[in-house]
């Protein structure tokens, strides 16, 4: 599984960034969705768009 560091800042040229993400899914009668396997993947999806 990928790790997340998220309090790393970005140094890119002469801008320095901090980008944080915070999803919300509501689904229908509020059964938990990201567990096991799905959120190992969307961890992996994230962090692979992030480099």
Do not use: W
């Not at 560091?5 to 990201?34: C, M, Q, W």
């Not at 993947?41 to 480099?51: E, M, P």
Request: include cysteine.
């Amino acid at each position: 599984m990928a790790t997340f560091t998220p309090d790393e800042y970005r140094h890119e040229g002469n801008a320095v960034s901090l980008l944080n993400y915070h999803f919300v899914f509501i689904p229908k009668r509020r059964k938990k969705v990201l567990v096991n396997e799905i959120a190992e993947r969307l961890q992996q999806i994230i962090c692979d768009v992030g480099n």
